[in-house]
């Protein structure tokens, strides 16, 4: 069984940065691409960023030259840096494993962002 665990939101001002991280409880051996999605109010969730095996693979426009993701394998743990954060940046943030492209696993429970000021 795979566990997905979220962490990192909170609530931020307009600017600030927040690092999210995701646990990714799956089998040492392997060392599977992983999204990060958000859902923000009254929108459907979207692919914010993911990454493959040895580096990132995609980056949303809506985030582009803002976040970073980043994984490290010997935690289990992919990381997104969002930096200068924006209002419409607010939703809950999800991590999933992705298998062509598309996620695999039961959703965690995620982490509230909230840029706000």
């Known amino acids: 069984q795979v566990q997905l665990v979220e962490s990192g939101g909170g609530l931020v001002q307009p600017g600030g940065s927040l690092r999210l991280s995701c646990v990714v409880s799956i089998s040492a051996a392997e060392r599977p691409a992983v999204g990060w999605y958000r859902q923000s109010p009254g929108k459907q969730r979207e692919l914010v960023a993911s990454i493959g095996t040895i580096g990132p693979a995609h980056i949303a426009d809506s985030v582009t030259g803002r976040s970073t993701i980043s994984r490290d394998n010997a935690k289990d743990t992919v990381y997104l840096q969002m930096n200068s954060l924006k209002p419409e940046d607010t939703g809950v943030y999800y991590c999933?494993?992705?298998?062509?492209?598309?996620?695999?696993?039961?959703w965690g429970q995620g982490t509230q962002v909230t840029v706000s000021s």
């Open positions: 999933n494993v992705l298998l062509r492209g598309s996620p695999t696993y039961a």
